[in-house]
């Protein structure tokens, strides 16, 4: 019998040469914390740490202790050399009289993060390319070089069931990526469940998304979220969400894409461990 090769949360650090050629590799990050739910068949792992961990450290826009956040970064980096996502949703470059603090904290939490992770690896932000303004995309060239090793992780969560709205609103956010610097890897957030009443996903609706992310030649593969947050997933999703359409359908595209059965990968980048 068969048995695919499946992603463990083995130690393997990643060095940094290993994404300096992200463009040629096409990664797909499984960032669920669904309970006894994980996805494997190829895919990589990722750091993250969430808002709730990062709103009370910074509300009110004060910048937190040293040594208080690089405790937090020393918690959530469960995978040491593998890309970091800091998620601070208080902290965007949305209002001109903002944007000098937040770039200000943002900039020390990367310092700070930088200084206690592995030498070279990927730092980059949830959603911030997002919830830039124009005016403001030098904020944000600024916060990249304030750290060498950088990432974009732009949002692309679904809020209605309108296939060509998603696409257009990732098309958007991509070109804002390209045009704030278009040398990073993007790496865009899905998620198999509606943005807004946090229900899954049609399993039709998700498996077209996930072959467009694939048809695409201007991001380096995809992450999948999938909150431990309550909010988001109380018990009962907690409990279900594996048995949910989206799981199998998400294991049968990462086997074609990779090539798992056949050896004839579509694209090429699956992390297998053992």
């Not at 390319?129 to 070089?145: F, K, M, V």
């Amino acid at each position: 019998m068969q048995v695919l090769p499946i992603l463990l949360t083995a130690a393997a650090t990643v060095c940094s040469s290993a994404w300096a050629s992200s463009g040629a590799q096409f990664r797909v990050f499984d960032n669920t914390a669904y309970v006894n739910t994980t996805i494997g068949y190829g895919t990589t792992n990722i750091n993250w740490i969430p808002n709730y961990v990062c709103h009370p450290l910074v509300q009110g826009g004060v910048l937190p202790a040293a040594e208080a956040w690089k405790s937090a970064v020393r918690e959530w980096n469960i995978y040491p050399g593998y890309p970091l996502v800091l998620d601070c949703e208080d902290l965007y470059f949305k209002n001109a009289s903002t944007a000098d603090l937040n770039l200000h904290i943002l900039s020390a939490l990367q310092t700070w993060a930088d200084e206690v992770v592995s030498p070279g690896q990927i730092i980059g932000w949830y959603g911030l390319s997002g919830n830039t303004l124009p005016t403001l995309y030098d904020h944000y060239r600024s916060l990249i070089a304030n750290h060498s090793a950088h990432a974009f992780f732009p949002s692309a969560y679904t809020f209605t069931s309108n296939l060509s709205s998603w696409n257009s609103s990732l098309n958007s956010v991509v070109q804002t990526i390209k045009t704030i610097d278009d040398s990073l890897p993007i790496w865009p957030y899905t998620w198999p469940q509606y943005h807004n009443n946090y229900t899954f996903l049609p399993v039709d609706l998700w498996k077209s998304e996930l072959q467009l992310l694939q048809a695409r030649r201007d991001i380096d593969g995809f992450v999948i979220w999938g909150g431990k947050n309550h909010a988001v997933c109380n018990d009962t999703c907690q409990a279900t969400a594996g048995q949910q359409p989206w799981l199998n359908a998400t294991r049968t595209y990462l086997a074609t894409l990779y090539g798992l059965y056949t050896g004839q990968a579509e694209r090429s980048g699956a992390q297998v461990f053992s």
